[in-house]
């Protein structure tokens, strides 16, 4: 797997404070380097703004890329791997793109709202969220302990919510809201039931919400990824990965950048008429 890793200039830093409910600092930084406008012109995001929750690395760090290749001015996020953050918005501009970085917990809505203030502020509004900030805890569930637990539905159920209700008030008229789920709903394997429950409900939020924004012309969809190779199955061992591969009818594990196609799908042109659904992308195995 591999990740941006070198620390960024730290002239493009600056540190605010804000909460909910007490001083929790919330790291930002980046600056706009433009495309020329013919350039940005041909491109599907055509100046749009994107969103992408936990995009420091993985899935997210994937698709922010994706969709900055794209077009869209793109606002990354993170909980704590700032430097990553940082990283992923450099390697944008280096491309041309233009991108911020924000570190908001999503389980916050206080720091999921200042994300989005943020995005604002710098680009002016949003036409796409990914809501795929997440979090994997296993364990049969005689032996889950609360914080675990807990700690899973304030990211996955909660930063979830948190952040499709933002994308709901606030993504323009045409946009895409993308929340991610996972293959494992399907599958329900004993060791994974809850964490498999708290992606159950994204797939219940998207296919609701694409009937409140109704009128709107904007759609809203899960994605569902079947075994990826990032930190989230990495950390728990090689044993997590053993067999997928061979039982993959592709014969391989996913890459980031197979559900950041997926995700750039959604939100082309192409994929307007996807509205409610949950796609699942994991190579065949289901
Ligand atoms: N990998 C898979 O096989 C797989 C399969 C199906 C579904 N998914 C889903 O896909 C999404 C991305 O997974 P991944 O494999 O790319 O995971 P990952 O490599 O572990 O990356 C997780 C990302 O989420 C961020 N994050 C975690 N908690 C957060 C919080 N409370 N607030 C804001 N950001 C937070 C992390 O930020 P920091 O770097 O700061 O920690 C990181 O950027 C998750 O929702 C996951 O459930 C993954």
């Not at 992408?52 to 969709?67: D, K, N, P, Q, W």
């Not at 895409?176 to 708290?198: D, E, F, K, N, W």
């Amino acid at each position: 797997m591999t990740e941006p890793n070198d620390t960024p200039d730290s002239s493009r830093r600056s540190f605010l404070t804000l909460t909910a409910a007490g001083p929790a600092a919330l790291a930002f930084g980046g600056a706009a380097s433009a495309q020329t406008a013919a350039e940005e012109a041909a491109l599907p995001g055509r100046g749009r703004a994107a969103i992408v929750t936990g995009s420091s690395r993985g899935i997210g760090a994937a698709t922010a890329r994706r969709l900055a290749r794209d077009g869209y001015a793109v606002t990354v996020n993170c909980l704590s791997s700032t430097d990553l953050a940082a990283q992923v918005v450099a390697g944008i501009e280096a491309e041309g793109g233009r991108a911020i970085w924000l570190q908001a917990d999503v389980a916050d809505p206080d720091a999921v709202r200042a994300l989005f203030a943020a995005n604002e502020e710098a680009f002016g509004g949003v036409d796409v969220v990914v809501g795929n900030a997440g979090i994997m805890n296993v364990g049969p569930f005689a032996d889950m302990t609360d914080a675990a637990f807990d700690r899973m539905i304030a990211t996955n159920v909660k930063g979830g919510f948190n952040t499709l209700r933002e994308a709901a008030r606030h993504v323009r008229d045409g946009g895409r809201i993308i929340t991610l789920s996972s293959g494992i709903v399907r599958q329900t394997p004993p060791a994974a039931a809850a964490y498999a429950g708290t992606k159950a409900e994204l797939q219940i939020y998207a296919r609701g919400l694409a009937k409140e924004l109704a009128g709107r012309n904007i759609t809203v969809n899960a994605v569902a990824p079947g075994a990826v190779d990032t930190r989230l199955l990495r950390q728990h061992g090689e044993e997590a990965l053993a067999g997928i591969p061979e039982a993959t009818p592709l014969g391989r594990l996913g890459r980031p950048e197979d559900i950041a196609d997926v995700i750039a799908m959604l939100c082309s042109e192409g994929g307007g008429w996807v509205n409610g659904e949950t796609v699942y992308a994991n190579g065949g195995l289901n």
